[in-house]
């Protein structure tokens, strides 16, 4: 991988530059080797998540001044040109996590948290059904008290990133005795993946291979009351706070896959030819290009604004919305000309082209589609 110039962007000094030059050497000797391999096995080894754990790469700060380690490895992960292995790190040390890390009980953070960080369980997070995705009024999964101090849980959850691979799920489910359905008086569980009646069958997605999909079934699983995370009947609550940090780290990932991708598009053009002249030579790929290279250049800023808002306690859900709408965007922009000008060599299956463009789509969609940020987006005007 090229050298990219750093950033000067609020917060950032040579230290964060330090941690993005270890980072990247990290990724380079842990990752890389094997991306192609766990694209194929459809899964992360489990030698791949102790090697990022060893590094101190899946415990990095979540709030606070620290978060800005976390931004620069984000974007450095997306970098590497893999969104299924950039995805199942993404919600394994932030996503699912967080829910744990904002909201769990110190047995709950020490029983999970602490041996995810280490690398020695996966965590997944389970929330979207097939008619509750963005909108989680139609949420059919439900706890029915057991008359013993704890739950039954029944359900289907869909799209579940490290899902045969988990060690547990943070869910959420709704209350079988509420008078109204969905969110109303819903909970969040840490299920483990192993308890009697939890099911796993994986999806065969377009892109994001490595990111291990699965459909999740739950056909009444017992569940311990010292599982929930929080107080009974808040997910809505809980969700609401940490959908934002959810968008911030969507986007900040999105933002190292644009770059990775406009980095291949500027190097195709210089060497590929058509007849005797580079790709370079015509002035409308040129400006093709320089566009995206443009848009990429605000946009990584506005990355990097929206990660020193969240280190204040600042970050709105304006901002999170507009960065991860931009920048999952631009990624697909930034791929959909990468295999159009790679001609017949980018419709090929195998071809890094043909697999920058699958996982492309799918940024769009994940963590809230491009419909929803706009919504929220002109919701705040």
């Not at 808040?234 to 609401?240: C, G, N, P």
Request: proline share 3%; with cysteine; hydrophobic share 45%.
């Amino acid at each position: 991988m090229s050298t990219v110039q750093e950033l000067s962007a609020p917060g950032l000094d040579e230290s964060h530059a330090q941690f993005r030059a270890r980072v990247r050497a990290v990724l380079a000797r842990e990752v890389l080797p094997h991306a192609d391999g766990w694209e194929q096995r459809r899964q992360i080894s489990a030698e791949g998540w102790r090697a990022l754990a060893d590094e101190g790469l899946l415990a990095l700060p979540h709030a606070g001044a620290g978060f800005l380690d976390s931004a620069v490895f984000l974007e450095e992960l997306g970098r590497t040109g893999y969104a299924g292995i950039r995805a199942a790190v993404g919600v394994h040390a932030y996503m699912a996590a967080s829910y744990l890390t904002a909201f769990g009980s110190p047995e709950l953070r020490e029983r999970y948290l602490a041996p995810a960080r280490r690398g020695e369980h996966v965590a997944a997070l389970a929330i979207t059904e097939a008619d509750a995705g963005s909108d989680l009024r139609r949420l059919t999964t439900t706890a029915v008290a057991d008359g013993d101090g704890g739950y039954r849980v029944t359900g289907v959850k869909r799209h579940v990133a490290n899902g045969s691979r988990a060690g547990f799920y943070v869910t959420v489910v709704a209350n079988a005795e509420a008078s109204s359905p969905g969110l109303a008086g819903a909970s969040l569980f840490v299920i483990d993946a192993d308890l009697p009646g939890v099911t796993r069958t994986p999806q065969q997605t377009l892109g994001w291979l490595s990111a291990d999909v699965c459909q999740v079934d739950f056909a009444d699983v017992p569940v311990s009351s010292d599982h929930l995370i929080g107080r009974p009947g808040r997910a809505l609550i809980q969700l609401m706070s940490a959908l934002d940090f959810e968008r911030l780290v969507a986007g900040l990932l999105a933002v190292g896959g644009a770059l990775f991708c406009v980095e291949l598009l500027k190097q195709l053009i210089r060497t590929h030819r058509i007849g005797d002249a580079p790709l370079s030579a015509k002035q409308t790929v040129r400006h093709r290009v320089a566009d995206l290279d443009a848009e990429l250049e605000l946009v990584r800023h506005y990355g990097y604004h929206a990660a020193w808002s969240h280190s204040q306690g600042k970050l709105s859900t304006r901002t999170a919305s507009i960065l991860k709408l931009r920048a999952t965007e631009l990624a697909v922009a930034a791929a959909e000309a990468f295999a159009r000008y790679s001609g017949a060599r980018g419709y090929q299956e195998e071809s890094t082209a043909a697999r920058l463009y699958r996982d492309s789509l799918a940024g769009v969609i994940a963590a809230g589609p491009s419909e929803v940020m706009r919504d929220l987006v002109s919701g705040e005007m």
